[in-house]
């Protein structure tokens, strides 16, 4: 997955002022203890960043 194409994803799921918020402070042990910025920093797949957001925050099947 492109990180744009993740970031549309966000973007769409979360809305354009919280998909920011949550990237930047949310922190989920799924990632490690890290946030979505800081796993994608560590070299974190995309792909592998929306599914554990996806499975966290409940996203719905459709919107994967």
């Known amino acids: 997955m ?3 194409v993740f970031w549309q994803r966000m973007t769409e799921h979360f809305g354009a002022g ?3 918020s949550f990237a930047r402070d ?5 990632l490690g203890g890290r946030t979505v910025h800081e796993a994608l920093d560590a070299g974190w797949e995309t792909k592998d960043v929306w599914r554990v957001v ?3 925050m409940n996203v719905p099947q459709e919107s994967r």
């Open 2 to 4: 492109r990180l744009t």
């Open 54 to 56: 996806c499975a966290v």
């Open 26 to 30: 949310h922190v989920m042990t799924e």
């Open 18 to 20: 919280y998909a920011e």
